[in-house]
Each structure stands twice: as structure tokens, then as C-alpha cells.
């Protein structure tokens, strides 16, 4: 019996397809009674990162177009508030904007810590469901 379980595993073939967030993998096993089943196993991943990069230059692009803010002051690491000159509500519309862009919610929690390019950069760019 080990020969022959030793001579299916050398030719068995695993098939791995993406479904919607979730990636299924049809693995064999052999049950007590001799027989082969093939059983599907589910992976719940969460979505893949963006590269920082992509984020950044997304992040800078939303900023920019901000009716308050000068776009020529706008750089990966400008603060809101110090080099923009932006208050907290604004502060909070553009984290709106940012989620709008990158189809995810901020909780209010991460929303307050977000105060400069930056720091939405960082925090989006760990996000693995941000688009």
C-alpha cells in the first residue's frame, strides 16, 4: 500500500485557483478504507498590497486636488495642518477622499492618527484590501 500511495503522490497535481479573495486548493487523501478523495481547502486571504510607491503618488494626487491646499506644497511627508495649513475637518474630508480612492474605511481610531502624507501613505499601503 505505501508503494502505491508513494506512486500517486509523484504524479498528483494540486490545483490552486483564486476565487474572489479566497484561493482553494484541492488536496488527496487517502482514508482508512484504501480510497483516494480529493478534498478542497479554503484559504480566506484578505487581498494582496500595493506597492508603497503607487500609493504614495495616489496619495499626493488626492491631496492636490483639495480645494485648500497648494498643490506646489505638497509632498510625500507634508503635515496636514503644519505645511498645508489645513484644519481637522478638513483633515477628515480628506481622509474620506482617500478612502473613496482606495475603496476601503478607515476606522475613526486610524483616521485621527492620520495627520500627514505619510502616515496615509504607511497606513494604506499595509492595508491588503486597499484597490
Known amino acids: 500500500m505505501q508503494a502505491v500511495r508513494s506512486s500517486v503522490l509523484q504524479h498528483v ?5 483564486p476565487l474572489q479573495g479566497r484561493t482553494r ?7 482508512g478504507d484504501g480510497c483516494w478523495r480529493w478534498f478542497a481547502v479554503e ?10 510607491n503607487v500609493v504614495a503618488e495616489r ?13 506646489s506644497k505638497v509632498t510625500p511627508s507634508a503635515h496636514f495642518q503644519n505645511d498645508l ?11 474620506m477622499a482617500f478612502e473613496e480612492e482606495f475603496s476601503i474605511e478607515i476606522p ?5 492618527k492620520i495627520t ?3 502616515q ?5 499601503a499595509s492595508q491588503p484590501r486597499a484597490k
Not at 486548493?25 to 482514508?31: I, N
Not at 484559504?43 to 508603497?52: C, F, I, N, Q, R
Open 13 to 17: 497535481r494540486v490545483a490552486i485557483a
Open 25 to 31: 486548493l484541492r488536496l488527496p487523501a487517502l482514508l
Open 43 to 52: 484559504s480566506h486571504a484578505s487581498g494582496t498590497y500595493l506597492d508603497k
Open 59 to 71: 496619495i499626493i494626487s488626492v491631496v492636490k486636488k483639495m480645494q485648500k491646499v497648494d498643490a
Open 85 to 95: 495649513g489645513l484644519d481637522s475637518l478638513d483633515t477628515v474630508e480628506i481622509v
Open 108 to 112: 475613526d481610531a486610524e483616521a485621527d
Open 116 to 118: 500627514s502624507c505619510a
Open 120 to 124: 496615509a501613505i504607511e497606513y494604506i
